[in-house]
């Protein structure tokens, strides 16, 4: 093993997709379940995810479906309310495996997320996100998600890496199940564990 991909949400940082959920519900935007929860996304917030519409067409897209006079505030932050926190042992785990391993991160992500991300990630810990890794893919970036198998393939071509020798880790089982498909090693990490019980 030469290589590491990390999903970011539930791998790295702690989610509570369940917030996101609950805010969007008390706005009116009921059929969050069809739209959006682990490793699935779908209609506009599909389209978000792979970069093809804006912030503000996503923004704007959601506050239709919610009660009137709902604000685009009110929106971001019903979205923004399922990144929790970046746990301290879980950023040295990553400083560690990074003597012995390159590492990589691939997340389904958005713009208004990847924003509030890093910006806590570098209130608590004074750096960038992306120094952990040797570079860092985010699917609104490169216009492609997980599971589709062409997005694991153009992420193995461009980080110039064996896919034979490469782990992938992720929460989401059909993430994993694509990764498998482009040739990766996967794990499934599946709910009450962290990567500190994998024995990197």
């Not at 779908?42 to 923004?59: A, K, N, P, Q």
């Not at 019903?78 to 950023?91: G, T, Y």
């Not at 880790?169 to 564990?193: C, F, M, S, W, Y």
Request: proline fraction near 2%.
């Amino acid at each position: 093993m030469k290589n590491i991909i990390f999903d970011l949400g539930g791998v790295l940082l702690n989610l509570g997709v369940a917030k996101t959920r609950d805010a969007f519900i008390k706005l009116g935007l009921t059929q969050i379940d069809d739209l959006f929860r682990i490793g699935h996304a779908h209609g506009f917030f599909r389209d978000y995810e792979i970069g093809t519409i804006s912030d503000e067409e996503f923004v704007e897209k959601a506050r239709q479906l919610c009660h009137p006079g709902t604000s685009d505030s009110q929106v971001i932050d019903a979205w923004n309310i399922m990144l929790l926190d970046f746990p301290a042992e879980r950023v040295q785990l990553l400083k560690q495996l990074k003597t012995k391993y390159q590492l990589f991160l691939f997340s389904n992500t958005n713009a208004i997320h990847l924003q509030a991300f890093s910006k806590s990630y570098r209130q608590v810990y004074g750096a960038a996100l992306d120094d952990l890794f040797e570079k860092a893919y985010y699917s609104h970036v490169i216009n492609q998600r997980k599971p589709d198998v062409p997005a694991f393939e153009y992420v193995i071509k461009d980080s110039n890496i064996d896919a034979a020798e490469t782990l992938f880790i992720d929460d989401a089982l059909v993430n994993v199940e694509g990764a498998r498909q482009a040739g990766l090693q996967a794990v499934h990490l599946t709910d009450g564990k962290t990567i500190l019980d994998l024995g990197l």
